[in-house]
Nanobody
Framework: QVQLVESGGGLVQAGGSLRVSCAAS????????MGWFRQAPGKEQEFVAA????????YYADSVKGRFTISRDNAKNTVYLQMNSLKPEDTAVYYC?????????????????????WGQGTQVTVSS
C-alpha cells in the first residue's frame, strides 16, 4: 500500500511560479516511479510528468516541457513539480501517482492506467 498526499497548490498570476509536493508513505518510496497528472474542469485527466525511482529518467508532456520540472527526494519520500511560466491553461487539479510496477526497473510511463495509487489532488489556479 502507498499513501500519497499533495500540497502546495494555490492561486498564482500568469507568468508566475508554484511548486507542488507529494509526500508518500507505505511501500519503499525509492523503489518505484512517480508521476504527475492534472485534470481541468470539463476535461479528461492528462499526463504531466514522470520520474524514475532514482530520478535519473524524467519525461514531460509537450505542453509543459521547458516550463515544469519534476524531481524527487527519496530521503524525504517526496516528489515535487516545479512549475514556472504558468499559463491560465495550466489551471487544474494536480494529482501525484505511484507506479509500483516499476520496482526494479528504471522505466517510466505516461498512461494513467499504470499508476495504482493516487493522491487526493491539489488545486492550481492561474489567473490571467
Amino acid at each position: 500500500q502507498v499513501q500519497l498526499v499533495e500540497s502546495g497548490g494555490g492561486l498564482v498570476q500568469a507568468g508566475g511560479s508554484l511548486r507542488v509536493s507529494c509526500a508518500a508513505s507505505g511501500r519503499a518510496f525509492s523503489s518505484y516511479a512517480m508521476g504527475w497528472f492534472r485534470q481541468a474542469p470539463g476535461k479528461e485527466q492528462e499526463f504531466v510528468a514522470a520520474i524514475s525511482w532514482s530520478g535519473g529518467t524524467t519525461y514531460y508532456a509537450d505542453s509543459v516541457k521547458g516550463r515544469f520540472t519534476i524531481s524527487r527526494d527519496n530521503a524525504k519520500n517526496t516528489v515535487y513539480l516545479q512549475m514556472n511560466s504558468l499559463k491560465p491553461e495550466d489551471t487544474a487539479v494536480y494529482y501525484c501517482a505511484a507506479d509500483i510496477d516499476t520496482v526494479g526497473t528504471g522505466t517510466i510511463f505516461t498512461s494513467k492506467y499504470r499508476y495504482r495509487y493516487w493522491g487526493q489532488g491539489t488545486q492550481v489556479t492561474v489567473s490571467s
